[in-house]
């Protein structure tokens, strides 16, 4: 039986190498009608967590073994930073409000009692430091045993690719220096024990999108947009690469930003909806993605980003809507 199985094992090939080869079986134990095996990886994404436990329990069928099978994957880092969910937030355009969103969410998740990272990763825009108030001198993220210690604003622990450039001053780097610097970043800071780790993505699709999807181990994917169909023909490819299969990152559902300004006529208050009524919402309906919510267009929310003060500390009505939003996003987690 044992051969069988590491035969089994010796078919399964990631990176051109079967893994008994790559040396990352650890044990294999046999008992009760049941096959147990641990695996020991130095990095595993979810991807190839997800890829594996497929493909071993493929193969192990295919040798005509019938007992359950139970696979654990460990990683080998020492220092392992604990972090229970890691969730990126995304866009098929810039300027829709996504960092805007990330920053309130995470302060939101805050304010519920929550431990709080975020790994700002638009090198196209990096503005977390300007919306936490982290601009300027003070932002150089310090080095403590060979490891990154995050700077910490309104409770939440940041790191952002912003950090390591002067203002002004434009980021060109390519994909794989990106996903080596998204790797330290994860890898390599001081978290702590975090329960949400919220990601920052650049807006759109590419190969920096794809590397960073297979690097970061995710947990869900929250998308962020505007109604006019600009923005949301942006979005249905965010959305069509985000279902790819080899990716396996679940959408939690997509918010709908600067639904509507209110304003006064003849002593009524009125919605006007400058990017077209309910277009996210008739979108999530068409995509099968859930509706994770609304939030108005608001001079107050620019003004606040601006300032470097997330708007969820100052406008009760805006707060209970980001605290829904993320309600919203841990209930759709709570369901994958
Ligand atoms: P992205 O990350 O998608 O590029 P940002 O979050 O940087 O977008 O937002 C772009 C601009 O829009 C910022 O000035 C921000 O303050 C503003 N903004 C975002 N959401 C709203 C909103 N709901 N109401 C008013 N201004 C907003």
Redesign the pocket.
């Known amino acids: 039986m044992k051969e069988k199985i590491e035969k089994a094992l010796k078919n399964v090939i990631i990176d051109n190498k079967n893994i008994v080869e790559s040396g990352w079986i650890k044990k294999i134990d046999l008992s009760n009608n049941e096959i147990k095996i641990s695996l020991r990886l130095s990095n595993p994404t979810m991807h190839i967590k997800k890829k594996l436990i497929k493909d071993i329990t493929h193969s192990i069928k295919n040798q005509n073994i019938l007992c359950s099978i139970c696979i654990e994957i460990e990683s080998n880092q020492k220092i392992k930073p604990i972090i229970k969910n890691i969730l990126a937030i995304a ?1 098929g ?11 309130n969410i995470s302060v939101s998740l805050v304010k519920m009692g929550f431990r709080v990272g975020l790994l700002d990763a ?1 090198i196209y ?1 990096p ?1 977390i430091p300007l ?1 936490f108030n982290l601009e300027g001198d003070s932002v150089n993220c310090k080095l403590s045993n060979g490891m990154m210690t995050p700077m910490t604003s309104y409770g939440v622990k940041i790191i952002s690719i912003g950090f390591f450039s002067k203002y002004g001053q434009p980021i060109v780097w390519r994909g794989p220096m990106v996903t080596k610097v998204m790797r330290q970043f994860i890898h390599e800071t001081n978290w702590g024990e975090l329960d949400f780790l919220i990601v ?1 993505l650049p ?1 759109g699709t590419g190969d920096i999108h794809l590397s960073l999807l297979q690097e970061i181990p995710l947990k869900g994917i929250v998308i ?1 947009s505007t109604s006019q169909k600009i923005a949301l023909s942006d979005v249905s490819r965010s959305v069509g690469m985000f279902r790819i299969r080899s990716i396996y990152v679940p959408i939690l559902g997509i918010i709908e ?2 639904s509507y300004v209110s304003v006064s006529l003849k002593r009524k208050k009125e919605k006007v909806h400058f990017f077209g009524k309910n277009g996210v919402r008739y979108f999530s309906k068409k995509m099968n993605l859930f509706f994770l919510g609304e ?12 300032l470097g003060i997330p708007v969820v500390l100052k406008n009760e009505n805006i707060r209970d809507i980001f605290l829904k939003i993320t309600k919203n996003i841990i209930h759709q987690l709570h369901n994958e």
């Open positions: 866009s355009k810039g300027g829709v409000g996504k960092s805007t969103i990330s920053t638009d825009g503005s919306m920052d807006p962020v930003n600067m939030i108005p267009m608001l001079q107050e929310i620019r003004e606040y980003s601006d």
